[in-house]
């Protein structure tokens, strides 16, 4: 099989939650240019209606749902919607996720369950559900958790960052991505994280104003993360390319975590 035919993903479905902006958005058109037939979550459907213009400007089929994903019975229902449209799920991108930021001594319950709940909760309660109602049922699958540098060190004291249940829900993923990949792999579902660095997004963007020159400084290749960089490690993750890769974890980073 030639390495295009690997990569190609027509015919296949995906699901990209928190898919209407940033690297969600980026992610789902990477997979659409590759063929696959994308539906995307968010909770705000102004923001899914301008993703779906974008991509379908860009010849990408697209179906938007609106969701909360803190909400774990909206769950079923999302699955549901993405099978009456486009079929089962062939490729799951855990993608959504949000930030509190505190000193962990004063760490409000509220935000840590908040963070929690969409960055660990609701990825684990998605892939569970399409797993057993479309994966496990066909024999193949791939789940793709969007984790970060975060979860897999702590913060540098200097920038003062206070993002204890970010870190803590990053590093969770990570390790749920191989718990699954090792009980999931038998019914030739491959689970991989992707660990992205610092990417300019409205998230991010207070902190990159404040410590971004120190995060270039320690960046190999001297640079933030951009509109392409995440379209190859997802695209690979997601095909066939990748079907004997299972339980990795992939920093993209500009070499951020080696130094």
């Not at 993703?51 to 774990?72: D, P």
């Not at 404040?210 to 690979?236: M, N, Y």
Request: net charge neutral.
């Amino acid at each position: 099989m030639g390495i295009r035919t690997l990569l190609d993903l027509t015919g296949k479905v995906a699901l990209v939650t928190g898919g209407s902006r940033g690297i969600g958005l980026q992610m789902a058109q990477a997979l659409g240019e590759m063929g696959a037939r994308v539906a995307i979550t968010a909770r705000k459907q102004e923001e899914l209606d301008d993703a779906a213009a974008h991509l379908g400007e860009q010849g990408i089929a697209c179906h938007t749902i609106a969701a909360n994903l803190i909400e774990s019975a909206a769950i079923p229902g999302i699955v549901d919607e993405v099978d009456a449209r486009w079929g089962p799920v062939d490729i799951l991108v855990n993608n959504a996720g949000n930030n509190w930021a505190a000193p962990a001594e004063d760490y409000p319950d509220e935000g840590w369950r908040r963070v929690m709940s969409l960055n660990v909760d609701a990825g684990f309660f998605l892939s569970r559900e399409v797993a057993r109602r479309a994966m496990i049922p066909r024999k193949n699958g791939k789940i793709i958790n969007i984790a970060s540098i975060a979860g897999l060190y702590g913060n540098p004291p200097a920038w003062r960052l206070n993002t204890i249940a970010y870190n803590t829900s990053k590093g969770a993923l990570v390790q749920m991505t191989r718990a699954l990949a090792a009980e999931w792999g038998p019914h030739n579902i491959n689970v991989n994280a992707i660990c992205p660095g610092f990417f300019p997004s409205r998230m991010s963007q207070v902190t990159l104003d404040r410590i971004g020159r120190s995060v270039l400084e320690l960046t190999p290749l001297q640079r933030l993360g951009g509109d392409e960089d995440l379209k190859g490690a997802v695209v690979f993750f997601a095909s066939e390319a990748s079907r004997h890769v299972t339980g990795q974890v992939l920093a993209v980073d500009g070499g951020c975590t080696v130094v």
